[in-house]
Structure formats: structure tokens, C-alpha cells
């Protein structure tokens, strides 16, 4: 859509006339006037046209106005992609919209549905931008986004997005956007925390806690009003108890039985008293009824027997006499016999004596002799022993080892042998005397045998008388000797030994040795033969013998006859023992017929002595047995009264234990029952204090207004509940529907400011974050700057540039809009402005740009299509 | 039993008036009130037993049938049972006759214990099944609810009560009537036409907060003072004449209530003007102080029209002694003018046309369409308070 002419009458200022703009071309459209002239008047009135319903008598209509009054009047006509048109809008009284075809001027609609063809022009589809963007004069979007006290980096930073991002908000209904979320979050946040979830002190929390609260205090007044009811339940059933209890008839009743019961008792008890009385009365008249006859018939036994005993005492006084004599007599034989047995051993005992004397002496006798014989023989023992030892002393240095012997005769055997050898190797000379001359040749004084071979060993002097000395030499080796020197050698040895002087000698020793051996022998075979134990043996012998024989000896009579006498002594003895020994059986039988008699006796007499101690004197025994036989009967009477009486007793005796029993059992029923109503009082008493307790309280009415009040709570909860869940769902759909218009215009708009802030700032870079599409650095002169510190001039500069980069975007769409600006540049400086105005020109190579200034001649270097303000009057 | 009464009495042997309430159930706390109301409302029920005297002495009745529940639990506290049954005695040329209702049955024997304690003389309480003479010819036949449920038709005996001939026979019962009953078990009612089959020349029955009618004999007197929105009645007795044995009783209903409990339907139609039709139903006349007004919203109302009237409900809800909205059955309609009055195009204009599907999306649950429904309303009200 393009401008190509705009026309008011009746607006502000231009009360009563018009103005036209017409010829509004493509590309650059400047209008500059001095302030006051209308061209903020001609913003508003395009504003108006396109965005304010003819119907409307809101604000914004209201300051169209003009002061003289009058209805407003807005005309414009447009190039579209489907034709060209011309909108008119007349408010308040006449109000209308038209919409005609310029080329047919035909009314294509009107009212409503001019209302809605505008719409479409603008909006280009129900979610698209306005087809117009306006900048007006110090407006840069910032600032009314910028409300609020938080003034953190994230604002701080969002600042220059804002300049975008408000401008394409503001486009888009943003801003108010922003208002109903922030009122929207307000009111969530105001019982939520970030997380959605209840926040602590808020309303929403305390509901909750309050529901809470509400439902344990229900919980448990339930349970305490369950209890109460129970209370009440086990009161009433106690005290239904109670009164059957308590009931008077069944008290009387209990009370009856218990008397009656009693009495019953009582007379069994008294009764059974009675007959015990009796029972215990006859059995003693019984006791002394059998005491008295066994009384009677004692006395009467015993009187039998002693006159019984009496007669036998008699006859045994006599038998033991009997028995006493026959035993006195036999007594009296057997001391006889024994006396002759006595008698004739004193004899033989006499004589025996002098045998065994007689006895001893012989054998003192034959004692001496053989001491006297030992004697002797030890006298010549101890002379062989002599003997024997002198024969040992000389045999002791005689004797020779015959090996000795033999050694040595081999010794000597072996020098004989070298001798002679040497004898054959010597020198020898032979002297043959002349007549004469014999022995006047000595040799060591000694004559020189003639007519024989002399041999020397070494040298020999021979002095021959008158003639001088001769010396004979050998000259024989010196070892020549050594073999006869060594053999003299051992045999010396050998003889040292043996302590001969020779070979003969020793053999001698020999010899005289072995005679002596034999001497040896026979001295030792004699001392055996007299001391065959050895000496002490025969010594001790001497000694033995000679204390026998120290016995006195005195030797009377013949010892043979004596043996004679003893022996017919012994004979009498034996004879007089057996006389005893026959005596003896008829003593002893003697003997025990006199004690048995004696003894039977005595016990007759025992048990007469008895009898009469239990019989007492003689002469009262008759008196006696009357009156226990009087007695007896008496007493016997007496047992049969009794024992009538009692048998009178005994069928009417009454169950005393079944009474008791019953007594007991009804006690017993009166005592629970009491004990049940004490217990029941106690319980109730209990039971009464819990009750009114609780009933005082109220727990009941507590309880329902609990369940109430916690139903209320439970209700106010759910509001809550659903207060957020609506709250939430709007702000999440605010928020999506914010975020994705960010995502339809803002990124877009933000790829295409970019260049143009290339454009104007060729010493600046601008980093937007790509996900946040927040401002992230600006780099001015090589420095990084606060964004904060963006100048005002800045701001403005962005902002124009933010809805030309917008434009763009909807021209590239092919929805191309005019960009209108009024008063848009104040703060910029004349450099920064040029710069603007390239900018500006490259942009309306492909869109239409009106500029409404008053700065006149800065923009006279804008170029562009210059426009004017002309006089104009409706032509209806 | 045979009370000592006024000798007056005897004079008008042919006709017996009397009122008939019940339900007064005196101590109830209402917690799901705020506590000043709470406070009032109890006091209210109190005031119900100084309103019944007042009634009775003012239309020429000597004698007042509680009909049971005449305490909410079966443990009021001390005050509420002292205070109730000293009010009845300060009236003292009336016959207060108090039955055990299923709130306060005969198991309630703390509660029974100490009113027989404390009960003045003309206060008798009907707690057994038997014949109270009122006077030689009036007999009061009570069937006093044994158990919060006693599980049998306790009217049963006054059929086979017999009285001497000509004798006027009263009914005094608590509990359901088959006709009402809806899960109850038959065992557990009163047979509806007890009257008939017992005699009766009134059957005076207690249980149902409203007053109605089940037939020429036997009437429900409602509560005396209501306590929910449930039956939408002034409170009420119930003034009976008897004008002798057998005669037809004649009923009148006077009024006892201190609180009007309403309950006022909206039936709104899309487009139409919800404040409009409020302030056509709204009471004028009442004492809106003592009005509990519970306003059910139901229909189909257009975003902006919805939004009026739960302002002018706001606006309102001060005037009445409690206000109470449910506005869930109110579909709210939006079309696209309604739309444009949140913004013309736009992410805003994107954010209530995507609520405004969601709330018609046949595929989400009820719930959610709820929900979507509700943000569509709030964000209409936030772009309302925010100038556009």
C-alpha cells in the first residue's frame, strides 16, 4: 500500500477549512514546516483515519476536534497492489466511511464494511502488523518500557533491544501486552512462587494450611467425638446394668435366698453338731464297755493261770533238785579222772626233765671232742697255708713266659747264624811256631795259638816278643757287623727282660719254675683237703662248737632206763585222759538238765510274780472279780443307751455341705452383684468425667463446624487452585504469543537493522545475542560502551532505523507499507542526520517514506519528493 | 402421664390450639461462614425458641410441639442447652413439649440427663413412647427417635395406643416420610398415612427444614429458622386449631425466622444484560442485612456482559449479610467484536484467539475448556482495566 494523497477538514487547528497533501510519491516524501503549521495535525488525522473506528467517540477522536468545533474529515487515497482508492472517515455528527474505486469513483463500501476494508490494510491479515509505521517526534519506545524500579543489567541491557523490540511491540499491541502480563504475573505471583508452587504468607499457602489445619483438627475431634459416642454407648449399657442391679425386688430377692440360705445352714450345722455329740459319746461308752470286759476276762485268765503255776512250781522245784544232784555226782567222777590225768602228767613231766638233761650233756660231751678235732685241723691248715704262700713267693720269681723263652731262642738262634757267616768273611791268620817260638806271638797280652786260622774283625796288635808289634788290619766296611750287633741287641734286651744272664739260665729258671709249680699244687691240694670252706669257715666252726660245749654238764643216772620209765609214763597218761575224756559227756548232760530245770523254774516263779502283782493279795482277788464283773455290765448298759441315741440321730442328719454350698453360691451371686454395681458406679463415675468433659466442650458442634469450615477451606483451596491454573494458563499463553510474534517480527527485523546500522554507524558494531535477541555489546571506537549510556540522539536514530528495517521486512514480504515519520530526528546531529538520510533513500528504493519535520533546513539536504500543504475543501 | 395443667383448659374442651415447629437445631455453628455471621446465625437459632413464644402467645396457643432436633448434636454445650430451655421456662403459661429428633436422639442421654436437670416445669420432654395428657381430652401420643437412625417406623405404637372416646389424638414424630425418601430404606420412615391408620387428628412431624404438607393431617412446620439455601422458604410454624375430635385440623403458618436464606437463579441468555435481570430478581423489600443471598448464575453471557455482572455483584455483596456467586453453570460467549475490544490484531489479539479456540476445542477435557474459558475472561477484564 502506498500514500498518494492525504486531505483533512475540521481537524484541530484547521477548523471550519482544509488542507490536501497531494502528490505523495514513492521514495522519500519530506513535508517541513515551522512548528504549528499542521503537519503533526496531518499525522494525526492519518492515524486517525486508519486506526479509529468512524463510530468512535473515543480519546483520541476527541483531540481531532477542532476548537471552533465541527466534525472531523479525513480523506486519503492509496495505492494498493488491487487498485486505487480513496478512503474518507467523517466523525461524530454525519460520521461515515466510504471507500470509493479512484479510477470508477464508484463507493465500493461504506460504514462497517469500509470500516473492514481499511482493517484489511492495514492489518494485512489478523495477525499481521499495521500497514503503516509511524515514529513520531521524541518517541522512541524506550522510555515507557523502561517503567518500574528495577533497573537491573537485564533491563539495563534490554534497553536498546527495546528501541526494537518496543517499536515492533507497539506495532503489535505489545506494550499493553506487557501491562496485562505484568498484571497477570502480579496476581500469580502473588500466591505462587516462579515454580507455580504455593508461596510461603501468601493467600494461596495460607488456604492450604488452613485446609490442612482444618482437616487434622477433624481428624481428630471425629476420633474424639467417635470416642464420646462410645462414652455415651458403655455409659448407657453400664447404667442399664446398673439399674437391673440396683432394682430393689432383685436385691430383696438376693438378700431372701442369702437368709434363707443361712438359716438352712445353720440348722444342719447344729444338727450335724448334735449327732457328732452322740456319735462321739457312744463310741466311748463302747470303749469302756470292751475296756471292762477285757478287764473281767483278764482277771479271770490270769487267776487260772496262777493257780495253774502254782502246781507246776511244785513239780519243777523237784525236777531241778533231781538234775542238781546228778550233776554234783558226775562232777565229783570227772574231777577224779582228771586229778589221776594231772597226777600222771607231773610225772612224766618229772621225768622228761631229766631225759632232756641227760640228753644235753651227752651232746656237751660230743661238743668237746669235735672242738678239740676242728682245732688241730685248723692248726695244720694254717701251716699249709703257709706253705702255700712261701711256694707262691718263690714261684712268683722264677717263673718265665715260655714265648720268652722262645723268642729268645730264636734271637740267639739268628746270631749264631750271622756269626758263623761273619766267621766265614774275616781275615784270618794262622801262626805256625817254629819250634819254640811258641807263645812269643801274643795278641793283648795273650799267646797266639799256633798252627790254627785266627780271623779278626778289625785290626789285630799282634806283639811278637823281642820282635815288636804287629799290626793286622781288615779294613772291613763298618756296616759289615751291623746285622750281629742288632741281634745282640734284642737278645740283650730280651734277657734284661727276663733278668737271666742267658739263653741256658733262663731255661734253668725254667725248669726250676715248673718244679716249684708242682710243690704249689700239692701244698694247696692239702689245705683244701683240711679247711675245704677256707679258714674262716673252720674258724667260725671252732667257734660255734666252742659255745656248745660251754654247758654244764652234769650226767646222773642211765639215760636208757630213764627212756624206759618215760615211756610207760606216757603210756599212764593217755589212759587217764580217756577216763576223763569218757567222764566228761554225763557231766555236761548232767550239767544242762540242771539249768533247764533251773530255768523253768524261774520263769514259773517270774510269771507267778506277775500274776500276783496283777492280782494283788490273795485274800481280796474274790472281791476283786466282782466288782470287775459288776462293772463290766454297768458299762455295757451304758453303750447301749448311747449307741441307741446316736442311731436315733443318724437318718435325720442333713446335707450340711450342699447348705454350705448353696449358701455360698448365693453370697457369692449377691457379692458379684454387688461388687459388679460398685465396679458399674466407678466405670459410670469415669465415664461421666470423659463425657461431660467432652460434652461440655462441645466436641460434636466443634466437629460439624470443623467439616464446615474445613469445606469452606477445601472450596477456598479449589478457588485458589483454579485462580492459578487460570492465571497460569493465560501467562503461558501471553507468553506464547508473545514469543512467537518475537519470533515472526523481531528476529527478522533485527537481520534486517543490522545493515542499516551498518549504514549509520560505520564506527560502531552491535552484537545481538541470538537466542535472547538481547543487545549484547556496543563497540564504539574500538571501546565496548554501557548500552545505558546511549544518547538520546542514538535511541531515536535506532528507533527510525527499527521501522524502516520493519518496513523493509514487509516490502520483502510483499506487503509493502509507507513509513511515516513525524518530528522523528530532534536529537540528532546534522552529520548523524545526513547519514539518516542516506539511509533513508536506500531504504525507499523499495518503500514509500513520508518525513514531517520542522527543522527545515536540516532537511532540505533529505531531498526526496518535497511536498505541500495546500488549502482544500471537501467537495461534498 | 398426667401433667397438671392450667384449669382453664377444661374450659375449651372442643377446640385445642396449638403451634407445631421443630428443627431448631440450636447450636449449630455454621463454620463455613465468616465468624461475624457465624455468631449471628447462632444467635438467630436461639432467638427462634423467643420468636416461637411470641407467635404462640399472640395467636392464642397455650402449648408448642418441638418436633425434634431441637439441639444440632447430642452434646450442645452446657450454655446452649441452659439458655435454650431457660428462655422456654421465662414463657411460662406455654407447654414447651420437646422430642428427640435423629440430631438429639434418646442415645444423647448426656444431653437428655441434663435437660431432664434442668427443664422448668412447663417444659416436658417426650422421651418415652407414652401418652402425654395434655388435658383429659388431648392426648399427646410422642415417638421419640430412639437412634440417630432407628431403623423402623417409630410411629408404630399410636395406632395401637388407645385413648378413651373422643379424645384428642396428637401425633409428635421425627424422620422421613416414604414419599421423600430417596436412599433411605423403607424399614427407616414413617408411614405416610400414620394419621389415618392410628387416628390421629394431627400428625406433627420434624425433619424436613421446609414446611409442606403430606396431607389433610400430617404436616412437616419446617424450621422455624432456616439454616440453609436448600428450601428457600421463610422460616416458620406452624399455627394448628383443633376444633374437636375427628374435625379437620385447620393450619396456618406464622412467621419465626430472624434470616432469609435466598436463593436467586439467574437463566441468562447470550447478549442479554446480566445486571439488568439481577436487579430485576434482587429483593428490594427484605432486609437485606439479614439476607444470606446465593445467586446462581447459569446460561450463556456474552465476555463483557459477564464481566458487568460480577462487578455489580461486587458491587452489592456488602448489602447482604452474605453474598454467595456460583457462576460455573455462566458459559461465557466471545465473538470476534469482543476479541477486538482485547486488541485488533497482534500477539494479544493471537493470545485470546488461541484461548478462545481452546475453550471450544471439543477434544479438551471439560476442565481444561474451563480453564481457557476463565483466562479469556481475565484477560478481557485486565485489557478493561487497562485503557487501550
Known sequence: M????????????????????EGIGDGVNVLTAANEHGKSTAFEALHALFFQPHTSAGKSVQLLKPYSGGNPLVEADIAAADGQFRLTKQFYTGKRAEVRDLGTGR????????????????????????????????????????KGDEESDKRVRETLLSSVQGEVEALTGGRRMAEILSACEEELFKLVTATLRPKAGGRYAGAIEERDRLASDEVRLASEVTTLREALDKRRVARMRLTELEQPD?????????????????????????????????????????????????????????????????????????????????AAESDQALAAVTTAETEERE?????????????????????????????????????????????????????????????????????????????????????????????????????????????????????????????????????IEQAIGKRDKLLDALGVESLAAALQR???????????????????????????????????WGDLGAVDLVLKGDPAALRVVHATLAQTIDMARNLARERQPALAQATTAAVAAEARLAVIVAEIATLDSQLGPVAERGARQAALTEARIRLQQAHAAAEAHAAALRPKAHDLVAAEATLRRLRSVAAAADQEAGQLRVTLADLNGNITARADSAVEEVWQETNEALAKASADVARFESEVAVLTRLRAGLIAARSSARDLYLKPVVSELLPLLGLLFDDISIQFDEDTLLLQ??????????????????????????????????????????VILDDALVYSDDDRIERMFNALHQQAREQQILVFSCRQRAFAKLGGNVLQMQPWTPTA | MQLQLPARWALCEA?????????????????????????????????????????????????????????????????????????????????????????????????????????????????????????????????????????????????????????????????????????????????????T????????????????????????????????????RPGSALLVTLDGAGAPPQVSAVETASFTWRDLSLELLSGEDGVMALETLLPIAVDRRQTLLRVMANGRTRLPARTALLAALDQIAPDFAHLEVNADGLATDADAADLDRIDRSGALRDAANALLLESQDAARSEAEREIANAALVRLFTYCEAIAP
Open chain 2, 15 to 195: 377446640m385445642f390450639r396449638f403451634l407445631h415447629s421443630s428443627d431448631l437445631h440450636l447450636g449449630k455453628r455454621f463454620g463455613n461462614f465468616p465468624d461475624d455471621l457465624r455468631g449471628r446465625l447462632r444467635e438467630a437459632r436461639h432467638g427462634a425458641i423467643g420468636r416461637l413464644a411470641a407467635q404462640a402467645l399472640a395467636n392464642g396457643a397455650n402449648t408448642i410441639l418441638l418436633a425434634g432436633d431441637t439441639f444440632d448434636t447430642e452434646t450442645p454445650t452446657p450454655a446452649i442447652l441452659r439458655q435454650a430451655l431457660a428462655e422456654m421456662g421465662r414463657h411460662a403459661s406455654l407447654t414447651w413439649i420437646m422430642l428427640p429428633g435423629n440430631h438429639d436422639s434418646l442415645l444423647a442421654d448426656q444431653l437428655w440427663d441434663a435437660a431432664r436437670a434442668a427443664a422448668p416445669a412447663n417444659v416436658v420432654l417426650a422421651v418415652t413412647t407414652a401418652p402425654i395428657d395434655l388435658a383429659p381430652d388431648i392426648t399427646v401420643l410422642p415417638a421419640p427417635c430412639t437412634a440417630r437412625r432407628p431403623g423402623r417406623d417409630l410411629t408404630d405404637w399410636m395406632s395401637s395406643a388407645a385413648t378413651p372416646e373422643g379424645t384428642l389424638r396428637i401425633g409428635l414424630a421425627h424422620g422421613a416420610i416414604q414419599q421423600f425418601s430417596e436412599d433411605t430404606a423403607a424399614s427407616d420412615v414413617i408411614a405416610p398415612n400414620r394419621a
Open chain 1, 107 to 146: 463507493l465500493i463500501a461504506q460504514a462497517d464494511e469500509a470500516e473492514a476494508f481499511i482493517g484489511e490494510l492495514t492489518r494485512g491479515g489478523s495477525a499481521g502488523p499495521a500497514g503503516l509505521l509511524w515514529v513520531r517526534q521524541g518517541m522512541t519506545g524506550i522510555e515507557q518500557r523502561s
Open chain 1, 250 to 330: 432383685e436385691q430383696k430377692g438376693r438378700k431372701d435366698a442369702i437368709a434363707a440360705a443361712e438359716a438352712a445352714f445353720e440348722a444342719a450345722k447344729s444338727h450335724s453338731e448334735a449327732l457328732k455329740a452322740a456319735e462321739a459319746e457312744a463310741t466311748l461308752a463302747r470303749h469302756h464297755a470292751e475296756k471292762a470286759a477285757t478287764d473281767l476276762a483278764g482277771f479271770t485268765a490270769a487267776l487260772e493261770q496262777a493257780g495253774r503255776l502254782a502246781q507246776q512250781r511244785v513239780e519243777t522245784q523237784t525236777r531241778r533238785d533231781q538234775a542238781v544232784s546228778q550233776r554234783a555226782m558226775a
Open chain 1, 777 to 818: 555489546s556496543v563497540r564504539r571506537n574500538g571501546l565496548d560502551e554501557q548500552v545505558e549510556r546511549l544518547s538520546g540522539g542514538m535511541r531515536e536514530q535506532l528507533s527510525v532505523l527499527t521501522r524502516l528495517a520493519f518496513a523493509s521486512l514487509l516490502a520483502r514480504d510483499g506487503r509493502p507499507a509507507p
Open chain 1, 351 to 483: 621225768h622228761r626233765a631229766l631225759l632232756t638233761r641227760l640228753d644235753a650233756a651227752m651232746q656237751a660231751r660230743d661238743a668237746a671232742d669235735r672242738l678239740a678235732q676242728l682245732r688241730g685241723q685248723l692248726e695244720r691248715a694254717e701251716a699249709a697255708r703257709l706253705s702255700v704262700e712261701q711256694a707262691e713267693a718263690a714261684l712268683a720269681v722264677l717263673i718265665i713266659a715260655p714265648a720268652a723263652i722262645a723268642q729268645l731262642q730264636t734271637v740267639e738262634l739268628d746270631l749264631v747264624r750271622l756269626r758263623a757267616a761273619q766267621e766265614a768273611t774275616l781275615p784270618t791268620l794262622r801262626m805256625d811256631y817254629a819250634a819254640g817260638g811258641e807263645g812269643t806271638i801274643t795278641a793283648g797280652g795273650v799267646p797266639v795259638d799256633g798252627g790254627a786260622d785266627v780271623g779278626f774283625a778289625h785290626s789285630l796288635r799282634l806283639d811278637i816278643a823281642g820282635v815288636g808289634a804287629l799290626t793286622l788290619r781288615s779294613n772291613r766296611p763298618a756296616e759289615a757287623d751291623r746285622g
Open chain 2, 197 to 232: 391408620l392410628a387416628g390421629l387428628d394431627y400428625l406433627a412431624l420434624g425433619d424436613w427444614h421446609g414446611q409442606i404438607a403430606v396431607n389433610e393431617r400430617t404436616w412437616y412446620s419446617g424450621t422455624p429458622e432456616p439454616d440453609r439455601f436448600k428450601h428457600d
Open chain 1, 2 to 21: 502506498k500514500l498518494t494523497a492525504l486531505r483533512l477538514h475540521n481537524v484541530k487547528r484547521f477548523g471550519g477549512h482544509g488542507v490536501a497533501i
Open chain 1, 510 to 544: 725254667q725248669a726250676e719254675a715248673q718244679q716249684k709249680s708242682a710243690a704249689l699244687d700239692l701244698a694247696r691240694q692239702r689245705l683244701a683237703d683240711l679247711a675245704p670252706q677256707g679258714l674262716a669257715a673252720l674258724q667260725a666252726e671252732i667257734a660255734r
